[in-house]
């Protein structure tokens, strides 16, 4: 139990901590239009300012900014923005409290827990179902989770383990400080923003008592945030944890399930998690990421933008080095040889185009030590760009120099721990 730690937040170098954090996520300025590097400009100033106002109690967070993202799949996600000194301050206190709940946490919780990843949670779902066999998975969704977490539980949560009443009241704080939409305060009577710095360590507190409870009732799950699977040997052994879990998270903890995008999956027709499919022999990239992706590449290779090749593997270099990192997990060497050609010739295009002439063409292929006569093509045509007299000006060794990054290069695959809980 922890008693005394609003005093280790009254300290200026903590404060300089935490800033620098918020400063390396970045993120947009909230109510008061302070940008970070408006806040950075006169920093010692603004954290001695905070430091004040937190040792006489009159420090109080400002409404977060109301922003809506689009989903993928329609509809749009809530979030709340806080101004740049309640981050410092979330950030700060996140700090101070994470490593006294870290020790606690199921293992199989991975979401926004320092040193845990996605990979980490693909790879624990990958060894339930592979080496113990456990095929028949509960995939569940959670309707608009963090804005519907109960403020009362979330407080009574905390304080099993911090019972200092400054902290407590400071939480309170902010999951009361408000939202401001088109110009208007709305009070926030459930929920915590998804945005604050604070609300990520807030959830997994909160979900905690659901994976405990899960564990002690002999169910394997794994959870990403709000992104929940539980692993069972039998279709009947699924159906009883679907209707436990979903008692726990309505009666207990007050959130709602999602009937209609919670279901029951067999690892033979694959599990969607994460981004990726987990099958009983592989894993695959989502169909819907694969064309998300490709459309992005797309919009950075129109032929009709003019820039010079360079400058456009220059701009695509870091979308297919996130991509190649992420996905790299599954069993993806096809999809990555696939999508590598089709750029290639994506690429060629846009040369051919800025050649404008077959002169043009025709002098590279001399260059390279091809002999004439050479056919005379249309340099602005997609189909040619698949053409021999293409492949042979711009060989696949051309990209690799000029930069490229090369999918096909990519390892993919994955190796997992042989450790389950």
């Not at 029951?264 to 998300?292: N, P, W």
Request: aromatic residues 10%.
């Amino acid at each position: 139990m922890y008693y005394s730690l609003y005093g280790q937040l009254l300290n200026k170098q903590r404060l300089y901590n935490g800033f620098r954090k918020v400063w390396k996520a970045k993120g947009a300025a909230g109510i008061d239009g302070q940008s970070l590097s408006d806040f950075a400009r006169d920093l010692s100033k603004h954290l001695e300012q905070l430091l004040s106002e937190l040792k006489t109690r009159q420090y109080r967070p400002q409404p977060v900014r109301r922003v809506e993202i689009p989903k993928d799949g329609g509809g749009v996600r809530l979030l709340g923005i806080p101004t740049v000194r309640d981050r410092v301050v979330q950030q700060t206190l996140n700090d101070l409290l994470s490593p006294i709940f870290e020790e606690q946490f199921h293992p199989s919780s991975y979401g926004y827990r320092p040193h845990r990843s996605c990979h980490d949670a693909i790879n624990k779902a990958t060894l339930f179902i592979r080496r113990y066999g456990l095929q028949h998975v509960v995939d569940m969704d959670l309707s608009k989770c963090f804005d519907t977490l109960d403020h009362e539980h979330i407080v009574q949560s905390i304080r099993q383990r911090v019972t200092d009443g400054s902290v407590l009241e400071l939480i309170k704080q902010f999951l009361k400080s408000g939202v401001m939409a088109d110009g208007h305060w709305q009070p926030t009577e459930t929920g915590s923003p998804q945005g604050g710095v604070i609300s990520p360590l807030i959830a997994n507190i909160y979900l905690d008592a659901f994976d405990q409870e899960m564990r002690q009732r002999g169910h394997r799950i794994v959870r990403y945030a709000d992104d929940i699977l539980i692993f069972c040997r039998s279709r009947a052994g699924a159906e009883n944890a679907l209707r436990q879990a979903t008692k726990i998270l309505e009666n207990e903890l007050k959130l709602t399930v999602n009937p209609t995008k919670s279901h029951i999956a067999h690892s033979d027709d694959g599990v969607k998690f994460l981004s990726v499919e987990i099958g009983s022999r592989y894993t695959r990239i989502q169909a819907r990421k694969l064309t998300g992706f490709m459309a992005k590449l797309k919009q950075q290779t129109r032929r009709n933008g003019g820039k010079p090749l360079c400058q456009v593997i220059k701009a695509l270099n870091p979308l297919l080095r996130g991509f190649s990192h992420y996905f790299g997990i599954a069993n993806a060497h096809r999809d990555f040889k696939r999508i590598a050609a089709w750029l290639r010739r994506r690429l060629r295009s846009i040369q051919l185009k800025l050649w404008k002439e077959p002169s043009r063409l025709h002098r590279r292929l001399k260059q390279l030590g091809y002999k004439p006569p050479f056919r005379y093509i249309r340099m602005a045509s997609w189909r040619n760009a698949r053409s021999p007299l293409a492949s042979y000006a711009m060989p696949n060794r051309w990209f690799q120099e000029l930069g490229l990054v090369n999918l096909e290069d990519v390892r993919t695959g994955y190796v997992f721990s042989p450790q389950a809980e």
